[in-house]
């Protein structure tokens, strides 16, 4: 069972939490509850689409639509029993054999199956396209097709609990427990209702592209989260909270699924508060009992009494460039990363406050693909080093070879954020002085494809372009991120040879080989320079006062990983 892999802690401290209710607009009869803070925007159910794996739907949504794996604190992959088992099994070809509990049921009543798995891997397998002007598109707005596109089928009778996946002959995917995890196995039965045909799988198979077409519609658009009510009918919960209710005013709102089959949750009510609240409000307020936001974004927070700690996190602070408009020449990109001070902004930024824990938030971060605290970062890393400082010599030398006078650079992030408004200053600050101009453009209603549309020259966000938590010890977001035609792919960067080696590493086993490929790899990103890593974002997370059971998740699934054992004691 999933809490046998808990390790507890009680957290004591002496801010007052409070022990009043925390008021949810659709709760009749009131419950306490236990506020969250976290600085993920609630965009989208779906963590598997471009909206919700760009907006951090795995930090909030995790103990409410689980998989046969998540996120661990340390990043790691953890098997989630209470959702199913998956093991490899032998054959000619990579298997995995998965098994859904018999027990699991959705909250409505509905029980799991393996159409669930089929519409996970047709919705990013990127076999489904249409015509575009350039070329084929994809019909699903996947974030990713890592690992999903190597697969060649899945057996499975529509409803069975039951489903063997089989890789491409000649493929081996070593990162596989990253498939089909928390937020990104959608319930296949709304999408067949929504659609009006029995099932998914005999309609996915069917090749009618019309039924197919509304398919992906739903699926990439049918789970989006506004500022409206929600149709609860479309958003039956898998785990052990579901959706209660969703507003600007009340929070979004989770309670215990009273269908939930595992362990039940120790609290019964908990009021997450995204992006967009006024957390510094609500800390006096004492609304809040667990905090976990990027450091120094929130001025004039104030966690007086709460057990606070700054701890540097797997996602990477970073500039995603466009590889159109201003930055169309590589030149340009170089340009701006020479003037870019990485030094002084982790000097100033980045630091975490705590002791680096295997390296992470050591010193800049000279990587995209390869953690801090690997074997392989200090042999991959040397591209990195004519851009650690500003260079304005160099920089405006640079910008004079490209022909492009006195650009302009737009750089846009989910505000507000103090921390990252004043990374964007102390760049423009620097780049002043080789006659490039940087604008800020963040904004509340940013999101990362304002990139994609030309809106902004470049995204200051986490891994994947995330506004807060982000990152894992597996790194397939940071690396498909890169790859052509990924949804994540804010900045348009291309480049068959880098989609060769990341393909090639995804199945490599010969340390040698890997160590080779990885360093190839980041000496063609610090050439191409699509994007430009600063430091391992770091984040504050903190618990009030009778809190016990947090434990900090410094990763894409947030601290929020174990919500559903939180004891707030009174």
């Known amino acids: 069972m999933r809490r046998s892999t808990i390790r507890l802690i009680t957290v004591l401290a002496?801010?007052?939490?409070?022990?009043?209710?925390?008021?949810?607009?659709?709760?009749?009869?009131?419950?306490?509850?236990?506020?969250?803070?976290?600085?993920?925007?609630?965009?989208?159910?779906?963590?598997?689409?471009?909206?919700?794996?760009?907006?951090?739907?795995?930090?909030?949504?995790?103990?409410?639509?689980?998989?046969?794996?998540?996120?661990?604190?340390?990043?790691?992959?953890?098997?989630?029993?209470?959702?199913?088992?998956?093991?490899?099994?032998?054959?000619?070809?990579?298997?995995?054999?998965?098994?859904?509990?018999?027990?699991?049921?959705?909250?409505?009543?509905?029980?799991?199956?393996?159409?669930?798995?089929?519409?996970?891997?047709?919705?990013?397998?990127?076999?489904?396209?249409?015509?575009?002007?350039?070329?084929?598109?994809?019909?699903?707005?996947?974030?990713?097709?890592?690992?999903?596109?190597?697969?060649?089928?899945?057996?499975?009778?529509?409803?069975?609990?039951?489903?063997?996946?089989?890789?491409?002959?000649?493929?081996?995917?070593?990162?596989?427990?990253?498939?089909?995890?928390?937020?990104?196995?959608?319930?296949?039965?709304?999408?067949?209702?929504?659609?009006?045909?029995?099932?998914?799988?005999?309609?996915?198979?069917?090749?009618?592209?019309?039924?197919?077409?509304?398919?992906?519609?739903?699926?990439?658009?049918?789970?989006?989260?506004?500022?409206?009510?929600?149709?609860?009918?479309?958003?039956?919960?898998?785990?052990?909270?579901?959706?209660?209710?969703?507003?600007?005013?009340?929070?979004?709102?989770?309670?215990?699924?009273?269908?939930?089959?595992?362990?039940?949750?120790?609290t019964k009510r908990i009021v997450v508060w995204p992006k967009g609240t006024d957390f510094a409000a609500k800390a006096k307020e004492n609304a809040l009992g667990v905090v976990d936001l990027g450091a120094g974004s929130v001025a004039d927070l104030k966690l007086d009494g709460f057990d606070e700690q700054t701890v540097a996190s797997r996602g990477a602070e970073q500039l995603v460039l466009a590889t159109g408009g201003v930055f169309s020449r590589v030149e340009v990109r170089r340009a701006f990363a020479?003037?870019?001070?990485?030094?002084?902004?982790?000097?100033?930024?980045?630091?975490?406050?705590?002791?680096?824990?295997?390296?992470?938030?050591?010193?800049?971060?000279?990587?995209?693909?390869?953690?801090?605290?690997?074997?392989?970062?200090?042999?991959?890393?040397?591209?990195?080093?004519?851009?650690?400082?500003?260079?304005?010599?160099?920089?405006?030398?640079?910008?004079?070879?490209?022909?492009?006078?006195?650009?302009?650079?737009?750089?846009?992030?989910?505000?507000?954020?103090?921390?990252?408004?004043?990374?964007?200053a102390m760049i423009a600050d620097s780049c002043r002085g080789a006659g490039i101009t940087v604008v800020d453009a963040g904004a509340p209603d940013f999101t990362p494809g304002k990139l994609r549309e030309g809106a902004v020259d470049a995204v200051l966000g986490g891994t994947g372009a995330v506004p807060g938590p982000a990152g894992s010890s597996a790194g397939v977001p940071a690396v498909s991120a890169l790859r052509a035609g990924s949804g994540l792919d804010f900045g348009g960067f291309a480049n068959g040879r880098y989609d060769a080696i990341t393909d090639q590493l995804a199945g490599e086993t010969n340390s040698t080989t890997t160590l080779n490929l990885l360093t190839e790899a980041e000496n063609l990103l610090w050439a191409q320079l699509p994007s430009i890593p600063l430091f391992a974002t770091p984040r504050v997370i903190a618990f009030g006062t009778g809190m016990e059971n947090g434990i900090a998740g410094p990763t894409q699934a947030g601290t929020g990983w174990n919500m559903d054992r939180w004891v707030l004691q009174r």
């Not at 029993?81 to 070809?93: I, R, S």
């Open 338 to 424: 020479q003037c870019v001070p990485r030094q002084a902004l982790f000097d100033t930024l980045g630091k975490a406050g705590e002791p680096p824990t295997h390296g992470l938030g050591a010193g800049v971060l000279n990587s995209r693909v390869v953690q801090q605290d690997s074997l392989y970062y200090p042999a991959v890393v040397g591209g990195a080093d004519r851009y650690l400082g500003a260079d304005i010599a160099a920089a405006t030398a640079t910008l004079a070879s490209s022909g492009t006078a006195q650009p302009t650079v737009r750089i846009g992030y989910q505000g507000p954020d103090a921390r990252r408004a004043q990374t964007v």
């Open 14 to 266: 002496t801010a007052a939490v409070t022990t009043s209710v925390v008021a949810g607009c659709s709760t009749k009869n009131q419950v306490p509850s236990i506020g969250y803070a976290v600085d993920a925007a609630v965009a989208s159910y779906n963590g598997a689409s471009t909206l919700g794996a760009g907006s951090g739907t795995a930090a909030v949504f995790g103990r409410v639509l689980t998989g046969f794996f998540y996120t661990g604190p340390d990043g790691q992959q953890v098997a989630d029993t209470d959702f199913g088992t998956a093991k490899e099994v032998p054959g000619e070809a990579q298997t995995v054999q998965y098994r859904l509990n018999p027990d699991g049921v959705y909250s409505d009543g509905v029980k799991t199956s393996c159409d669930d798995l089929v519409l996970a891997w047709s919705a990013r397998s990127g076999k489904f396209t249409r015509p575009g002007d350039r070329g084929p598109l994809p019909l699903f707005d996947a974030a990713s097709t890592t690992g999903y596109d190597e697969i060649e089928r899945i057996d499975c009778q529509p409803g069975s609990r039951d489903a063997t996946v089989v890789f491409r002959p000649g493929k081996h995917y070593l990162p596989w427990r990253t498939l089909f995890s928390a937020t990104e196995v959608m319930p296949a039965h709304v999408v067949a209702q929504a659609v009006g045909v029995p099932n998914v799988v005999g309609a996915l198979q069917s090749g009618d592209e019309a039924v197919i077409g509304r398919i992906a519609d739903f699926w990439n658009s049918g789970w989006t989260i506004g500022s409206g009510a929600l149709d609860l009918t479309k958003f039956p919960s898998s785990g052990p909270y579901r959706i209660e209710s969703f507003g600007a005013k009340d929070g979004l709102v989770l309670v215990a699924n009273e269908k939930w089959w595992g362990d039940a949750p120790e």
